[in-house]
């Protein structure tokens, strides 16, 4: 890409791992299991998460400055996202992704 | 819609007025008169506020709390945008747009 | 808006007026109902009617003329929503939503 | 991800790819540049690619049958998109995510 740094690159590369994790997560895995996967609670989060991962992402392609303030809110979420979904349990690779995401979006946040 | 306040049907409303606002006025306005219109930060502002407007309406429409910090993301994107718009000149519907959103917003993140 | 015809501005109003319609229903009654509503192939149809008539939109926005190609996509996924939606019940309000938008997508793609 | 043929994975992959060369590659480089890079028609061609771009990978990620459809669109603007890119010139590393995004997304609609 053009004019980022190798932390914003890594950055947005995290962040579109965590979106795809997430809504790909939500929308098969989470669908077809029921139960606790789709308490509206825990169902929202992971969507919002997906959201929130693809505007991160956008603004730092844009290359705007406030992508420091959605990187924050990104790392925020994912930290929840990640928490949730290890207690709902057997969703691995989405808390895996969504902790990366948080760690490199803390960076550029700071 | 459903299970929306009052206050928060409002607030989707003026934040897809303004992404729609924006969003126009950068792909058409802006690039047909170029100059300063086409000033990478001020055509990055517009396009980064058609987006944050566009997420903080997804936000609200997931039902998700952290809304109120896509929400103040937003007010703040909204300022500084009808700011550049009202510098630049001859774009007084999306500095009204922007300054409908960002009151909006600022109730919603409160 | 800005050089939009009164049928393309009638066309993105109807497309953001679905895409609130399907992901808020989806995301708030149909994740509390459970049942029926949460079924992979229904609420996944409910996601991709929101997604596409988001995008119809922000081609319509951009003023690219491909938006006839997405506005034809975005009638026929809000024809087989709306009478999936039918066919589930209570959810009169996303099957209105959805025969609109498709309505106004059918002009815009001819 | 989740219940994806490689197929589909890699092209998921070739789709976020693209999205983020033409949008970081229309909002950085060709907003500095201006001239042709600005002129209305080359830069709505490259903001309407990311779009569908990211769209389609949507569609895939959320497992809906209608990925087909938006996955020809997607080729189709993909092939317009790298032949602009390659008249206005300077722009190989998008022409090429262009061109491999239009192969696989040719794949996933046959």
Known sequence: MHHQSE???????????????????????????G???????????????AEIC??????MLIGTPHHKH???ECAEIC????????RVGDMESCVDACRRCAESCEKMAA
Chains 1, 2, 3, 4 share one sequence.
């Open 7 to 33: 932390e914003m690159k890594r950055c947005i590369e995290t962040c579109l791992a965590c979106y795809q994790e997430c809504l790909s997560m939500a929308m098969t895995h989470c669908l077809e299991m």
């Open 79 to 86: 930290r929840e996202c990640a928490a949730d979904c290890e």
């Open 70 to 72: 959605t990187c924050r």
């Open 54 to 59: 693809r505007t991160s992402a956008h603004f």
């Open 35 to 49: 139960g606790e996967h789709t308490k509206p609670d825990h169902f929202r989060l992971m969507m919002a998460c």
